[in-house]
């Protein structure tokens, strides 16, 4: 069960900016524990995009930047390209669970 | 080249049981923090099994305690999952992932294996 909600599907044309929404509560990301991001091609492993909120791994396109705010997160592409299209998932801490690591339910990027 | 290599996925009947295993190289192995992800077919991701450097702290998911137990060699530089009990719902592609905090837990993946499924059905 995935305690960090996403939005199931986000969609843009090439060249354009899409953002994605991670919301999560008190017990994770706004209790000030940092949100990642990952990249998910399709029938690839996960690939880490954003680390520390708003970090980029080395390799990484600097198009990806990520954000936090509240309880909430958002990980923006600017000039979206038809590589983008994958899955990606957004994961923090949190303190209430016995799960330590939780993950957001997912958001299918469709490049149109 | 800096890798995880998962192997041992197979299928297995419901409470069967199957041993999964991750083999680390090029980086210093004994030094990370490591875990187990899961992701069922066509869904979300789900944490599974965490394993400090030393192997002295280890935490697992609700879903899978008491049937699941991590375990790594160091000196093999490999990652274990030995799965009991298994039911339909264990049915997933299994990563073998590494937190990047050497001595405590970063709290993110900073490398994934490309993963093993693991078909629990009769």
């Known amino acids: 069960q995935s305690v960090l909600t996403q939005p199931p599907s986000v969609s843009g044309a090439p060249g354009q900016r899409v953002t994605i929404s991670c919301t999560g509560s008190?017990?994770?990301?706004?209790?000030?524990?940092?949100v990642h991001w990952y990249q998910q091609l399709p029938g690839t492993a996960p690939k880490l995009l954003i680390y520390g909120n708003s970090n980029r791994p080395s390799g990484v396109p600097d198009r990806f930047s990520g954000s936090k705010s509240g309880t909430s997160a958002s990980l923006a592409i600017t000039g979206l390209q038809a590589e983008d299209e994958a899955d990606y998932y957004c994961q923090s801490y949190d303190s209430s669970l016995s799960a330590h690591y939780v993950f957001g339910t997912g958001t299918k990027v469709t490049v149109l | 080249e800096v890798q995880l290599v998962e192997s041992g996925g197979g299928l297995v009947q419901p409470g069967g049981s199957l041993r999964l295993s991750c083999a680390a190289s090029g980086f210093t192995f004994s030094s990370y923090s490591m875990n187990w992800v899961r992701q069922a077919p066509g869904k979300g991701l789900e944490w599974v099994s965490y394993?400090?450097?030393?192997?002295?702290?280890?935490y697992y998911a609700d879903s899978v305690k008491g049937r699941f137990t991590i375990s790594r060699d160091n000196a093999k530089n490999s990652l274990y999952l030995q799965m009991n009990s298994l039911r339909a719902e264990d049915t997933a592609v299994y990563y073998c992932?590494?937190?990047?905090?050497?001595?405590?837990?970063?709290?993110?993946?900073?490398?994934w294996g490309r993963g093993t499924l693991v078909t629990v059905s009769s």
């Open positions: 394993i400090s450097s030393s192997s002295s702290t280890i």
């Open positions: 992932a590494r937190d990047p905090g050497s001595g405590w837990a970063y709290w993110y993946f900073d490398l």
């Open positions: 008190s017990s994770n990301i706004g209790a000030g524990y940092d």
